[in-house]
């Protein structure tokens, strides 16, 4: 598997899951490793550097763990947590012009914005690495590492899974960095459990079917839990429907809970980016296969990686 010339190098600017190569992920995974088992060995890694966090939409875990991981290797961080209403955007500034101004103050952008494309927009007027924290409903690569982080620690491989895809596909964007992160590992199948009206985006479709890339839609999460390795929730996208009525109409439908995860197999592997609602009860926590919570702990330890990986090419 090779990363295509068109993408950008992941040492360079984190923007794309189809960026990723076999290479960078051996790299990052390795370093990985060797960051949660010895933390403090890594404390000097941004010594006198300064990373800007730029939000323009809501985040707990994914803003928390990258700012915890600049602290973490000696960085300094400067934020805004509501771009869209405390920064000069809401002045109309663009994008570009923000992001080449705070390259100008900042060694490295961690960004998430509601724009689809604003993460190569940020990247393409940044004179420093801009990492992509979420684009709109396209992408959110840094997610896909720690999930395939989670994978490979508790498989020990990325490779030969049936990996089930479930909730708001059209909408969110966990799924598509994940599924373009996975579908380069030879093997993989992947089910899209979604209803009608949140079915996996015709991108998405396109680039697996052009990659011969096996793959199956269902509208039924009962009858593929005893197929799948791994399982990987997603909640409804309330804030990204025009209307309530089309919300209403879409949430509440594929729950996994208590009962249904009966009919998974034994060493399958419960995986979601949270936040939840009420796709996964709270009664599937205490299960062995529920990841979730250790896979948003993996988040710390995946992006002090990806900040020293650029940090050390730049
Ligand atoms: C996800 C996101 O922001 O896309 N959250 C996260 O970063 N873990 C998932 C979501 O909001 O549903």
């Not at 990204?240 to 879409?250: G, I, K, N, W």
Request: charged share 25%; net charge neutral; with cysteine.
């Amino acid at each position: 598997m090779k990363a295509l010339k068109k993408y950008p190098d992941p040492h360079k600017h984190v923007v794309l899951a189809q960026q990723f190569n076999n290479e960078y992920l051996t790299e990052l995974f390795e370093l990985t490793d060797k960051i949660k088992k010895s933390p403090e060995e890594f404390i000097n890694t941004l010594r006198g550097k300064v990373v800007a966090t730029l939000f323009y939409e809501p985040s707990t875990r994914t803003r928390f763990s990258f700012e915890s991981a600049v602290h973490r290797l000696g960085g300094s961080v400067i934020t805004t947590e509501n771009g869209k209403e405390f920064s000069s955007a809401s002045k109309g500034e663009t994008i570009e012009d923000s992001i080449r101004v705070i390259s100008a103050y900042a060694d490295m952008i961690v960004m998430r914005h509601y724009e689809d494309d604003s993460s190569k927009r940020g990247m393409s007027a940044s004179l420093v690495p801009l990492i992509n924290a979420g684009s709109g409903k396209s992408q959110h690569p840094t997610q896909a590492l720690l999930d395939a982080y989670t994978i490979y620690e508790n498989f020990g491989t990325l490779e030969n899974k049936k990996i089930a895809v479930v909730g708001d596909l059209l909408r969110g964007r966990t799924c598509d960095s994940l599924v373009y992160l996975l579908s380069k590992y030879k093997g993989n199948t992947f089910y899209f459990v979604a209803q009608e009206n949140s079915q996996v985006k015709q991108s998405l479709r396109e680039y697996l079917l052009e990659n011969k890339i096996q793959f199956v839609e269902v509208d039924n999460l009962d009858a593929i839990l005893d197929k799948v390795d791994v399982l990987y929730m997603t909640r409804v996208q309330k804030e990204r429907f025009a209307t309530v009525e089309e919300y209403e109409q879409a949430k509440g439908s594929l729950i996994l809970d208590s009962k249904n995860i009966q009919k998974m197999k034994e060493e399958a592997l419960i995986m979601h980016p949270l936040p939840r609602v009420d796709e996964v009860t709270t009664g599937v926590d205490s299960d062995k296969r529920a990841k979730y919570f250790e896979q948003a702990a993996n988040g710390l330890w995946v992006r002090m990686a990806v900040l020293k990986i650029l940090n050390d090419n730049t």
